[in-house]
């Protein structure tokens, strides 16, 4: 401690402990501003971010705990989470969840009326069935069946294109999935498509596929029979198969080169959801019943992927009328959103008028 004046300055190189606690509490844009303030607050911060996962306490701290599922994909607080990922290296670990409150935050500034355009070019195509973006690279599946690969970051061009065959796909509605073996290689500066993997729906009698970059090119390395018309859905490492009669959980398993569908759970569905409105968000599955004959109402199923125990929810909070018309709305498309559930409200028909005999 140095007393200037009548001012006394107190060197925190000498109390460690009380730097590390103010560290610890500060914000991100303060963080990254206090390495600035000396070598001995630089060496702190760098130890806290290495040994200490700061950015990654920074993240569970200052996001919302919905928000931040929705940009990584899965809940780092699950106990699977916590048993697969808890090792690797610790300086590329952090730089990952820095790169994840960086890309929080982008999302948090740009608005509605600011857009990014990519122009992509080098190839033909009659019609772009699927879209798919994982990171910094973006899978364009089209009208040919062939998959193209952009690296959003690096050009224009493709860096990977290939024809997929043996299959009879695509359709308008069935997507194709991603599946990252570790989720969070999306925010890595080194990504490559060997961290990356494909999952296509199946189609009249075809398997459900997945596809591994492996020596050069997607392969198919594990394919699921599935002997009946379904929905599909895929959430961090869960396949989430619906029919008419039931529906059924698979554990994506992935160890080496060893790729399996195990069989997790099923259960008997009832007849009166509507299974193309299927949402898959964080270990719940969202199915809408059959359409509620009064304007406004909306009658809902979730159901918990851990046991299949399922909830009902009618929704009747909508408005009575859009806005400066006499048009019933209705609400549809719902989806989970941490304890939420969005739905988005369309028009419907007029009311009509009174009639008479």
């Known amino acids: 401690m140095k007393k200037i004046g009548d001012t006394f300055l107190i060197d925190f190189q000498y109390l460690p402990e009380i730097l590390e606690s103010i560290i610890w509490h500060l914000d991100a844009r303060s963080v990254l501003r ?34 931040l599922i929705d940009c990584i994909g899965f809940n780092p607080l699950s106990d699977d989470y916590q048993q697969k990922y808890s090792g690797g290296d610790d300086a590329d670990f952090e730089d990952l969840w820095k790169n994840v409150y960086r890309s929080w935050r982008t999302g948090q500034t740009l608005s509605t009326f600011k857009q990014i355009s990519y122009r992509i070019s080098g190839f033909k195509f009659r019609y772009l069935y699927r879209i798919v973006q994982i990171g910094t690279y973006v899978y ?6 062939v998959l193209s690969v952009w690296n959003i970051d690096t050009g224009h061009r493709a860096v990977y294109s290939q024809q997929l065959k043996g ?20 925010f890595s500066k080194h990504q490559d498509l060997t961290q990356h993997s494909l999952i296509t729906p199946n189609y009249f009698g075809d398997p459900i596929r997945w596809w591994v970059f492996s020596d050069g090119e997607f392969r198919v390395t594990k394919v699921l029979y599935v002997g009946y018309e379904n929905v599909m859905r895929v959430w961090h490492n869960l396949l989430v198969i619906a029919s008419k009669d039931c529906i059924k959980v698979y554990i994506l398993e992935s160890k080496g080169k060893e790729y399996n569908f195990r ?24 199915f809408e ?38 048009v019933k709305p ?28």
Request: proline share 7%.
């Open 167 to 186: 299959i009879r796909y695509p359709y308008a509605s069935r997507p194709i999935f991603p599946y990252l073996q570790y989720p969070l290689c999306k």
């Open 289 to 326: 019943q059959q359409k509620d004959p009064y304007p406004g109402h909306l009658s809902i199923v979730i159901y918990d992927l851990d046991d299949l125990q399922s909830q009902v929810f009618q929704v009747s909070h909508g408005p009575k009328e859009m806005l400066g018309t006499n």
């Open 140 to 145: 364009i599946l089209t009208s040919e069946l």
């Open 330 to 357: 209705f609400m549809e498309a719902p989806r989970i959103f941490g304890d939420c559930v969005l739905f988005r409200v369309s028009g419907g028909n007029k009311k009509k008028g009174p009639t008479t005999n």
């Open 263 to 286: 069989l997790s759970m099923s259960k008997e569905l009832p007849k009166n959801l509507l299974l193309k409105s299927i949402h898959v968000w964080d270990k719940k599955c969202l």
């Open 34 to 67: 206090a390495k600035q303030v000396s070598c001995s607050w630089k060496e702190t911060i760098e130890h806290l971010e290495q040994y200490n996962h700061l950015w990654r306490h920074i993240c569970l701290r200052d996001i919302h705990r919905a928000s």
